[in-house]
């Protein structure tokens, strides 16, 4: 039953890379139509077409390869202007000095650009439009991408809710473990207790594991105020204190005395402030010996922006980094070196990881969802700002294009120069194919790493 769960899980995530992918497509077509730019084809996937049918002027199809997808727009390559007449692009003419490679590749691709061209397409290539609508078709892919991660984001955080902590206890210490020496005793041995240990504060006022915490020291407990009750308990060091709690319905009170010992400073996240030399800072404060139940709580719907702003501050570090992390991923791949879990992964990798997810018995159906949504809204989150990455032949690239033109043409107008026309991006074909091959490159590096030492998230 876990293999199949595992498959279910890999399909469905497959088809969800493939919906994205889809879907970013249409974020270029539907501006490119509107505007009036001849689309020859609309394609998912690379090489060999599989299936295909043409509607307007557009043919629409899947290819052998699913690692992307594509749309031809007409004119996406601007002709060579005729030597001796600033400004013109109507005409495509080699010059005579055309022998270089790198020229050779630009003349190549306006020729096969120039090929495309039916009658009636002068005024519906793509270097003729305005730099804004030429934004905008190259923004609308990026755009279609941030949505789907802010509408799976959204589901996830309003539907199923973030893990938060909760005043539900999950567990009960019975003595007081001294600071560095928790993970050093064997819970199987009088439940990790010695003679010389005080007893735990909250075992001795009688709270067990499913208990409620509704008020400490006259002061109500939320639902999710455990940090709030940590930082009272915390300041309360070695007073008598009453509080109050629910177990099966029926509320009881006590009074508790939090002992006075070593812990770990937390920041605003509840996180142990780690200091210079690695070792976490301590401070002397209240305990009772108690740990909190992490539950799923709905969140209001203006938490959902700031979360997918989290994700893309995230996302875009990586990026920044990405070439020295992917040769760290390398590494651990034909090594004995761990593997980062918060480096970069292939979509490999996030179906094996949606295949896990899938197959585990531990968790309910709803939080499985959750989960694959939650990923599902991650991908797109990396693929908008993926391709937002100013290179050629990313849509970043053609957005820096299109803004470089109109910086340059607008130079020219105020110091009444002649317009220099669009920006001829065939030029820059040598840095694209480098840019392409790193990128299949470090594909390749992620794929196998993802099959030999594939991203542990689950223990």
């Not at 809710?161 to 210490?173: F, H, K």
């Amino acid at each position: 039953m876990s293999i199949i769960l595992f498959i279910l899980g890999v399909v469905i995530m497959v088809l969800a890379v493939g919906l994205s992918i889809g879907l970013h497509e249409v974020g270029h077509l539907v501006p490119a139509k509107l505007f009036g730019v001849r689309v020859p084809q609309y394609m998912i996937g690379f090489g060999k077409t599989l299936w295909s049918f043409k509607r307007g002027d557009t043919e629409y199809g899947f290819k052998a390869i699913p690692l992307g997808g594509y749309i031809s727009m007409i004119g996406m390559y601007p002709p060579a202007k005729n030597k001796g007449e600033v400004g013109t692009t109507d005409v495509p003419v080699l010059r005579k000095s055309s022998t270089g490679m790198f020229q050779q590749m630009a003349d190549e691709a306006r020729n096969a650009a120039a090929e495309q061209l039916q009658p009636g397409d002068e005024n519906r290539m793509f270097y003729k439009l305005p730099v804004y609508k030429r934004i905008i078709i190259m923004f609308g892919g990026p755009v279609m991408n941030l949505i789907i991660g802010i509408v799976m984001i959204g589901i996830v955080t309003v539907g199923f809710g973030a893990p938060a902590q909760t005043s539900t206890i999950a567990e009960v210490y019975q003595c007081v473990v001294p600071l560095g020496q928790e993970g050093q005793r064997d819970s199987a041995v009088n439940n990790g207790c010695k003679d010389s240990d005080a007893p735990g504060p909250a075992y001795a006022a009688g709270l067990r594991p499913g208990d409620i915490i509704t008020s400490f020291n006259g002061q109500p407990v939320g639902k999710t105020e455990w940090m709030g009750l940590t930082q009272a308990i915390r300041s309360h060091a070695g007073e008598s204190v009453p509080l109050t709690y629910e177990r099966d319905g029926v509320s009881h009170s006590t009074t508790i005395t939090p002992y006075k010992t070593e812990r770990p400073v937390l920041d605003a996240e509840g996180r142990a402030v780690v200091k210079s030399d690695g070792t976490p800072e301590t401070v002397a404060v209240g305990f009772i010996g108690m740990g909190s139940k992490v539950q799923n709580i709905p969140q209001p719907v203006t938490d959902v922006l700031p979360a997918v702003g989290t994700q893309i501050q995230g996302v875009a570090n990586v990026v920044l980094d990405l070439p020295a992390r992917v040769v760290a991923v390398g590494h651990a791949a034909f090594s004995d070196a761990p593997r980062d879990p918060n480096g970069p992964i292939s979509v490999v990798g996030v179906g094996r990881i949606a295949g896990e997810i899938s197959a585990m018995e531990q968790i309910g159906v709803a939080d499985k969802a959750a989960s694959l949504i939650s990923l599902v809204g991650g991908l797109n989150i990396a693929l908008f700002v993926f391709n937002l990455i100013p290179l050629l032949p990313l849509d970043g690239g053609h957005i820096l294009g299109a803004l470089y033109e109109a910086v340059r043409r607008n130079i020219a107008k105020i110091f009444r120069r002649p317009d220099p026309g669009p920006v001829d991006i065939a030029r820059m074909l040598p840095l694209t194919y480098v840019v392409a091959v790193g990128m299949l490159v470090m594909g390749a590096v992620l794929i196998y790493a993802d099959i030999v030492k594939p991203v542990n998230l689950f223990g």
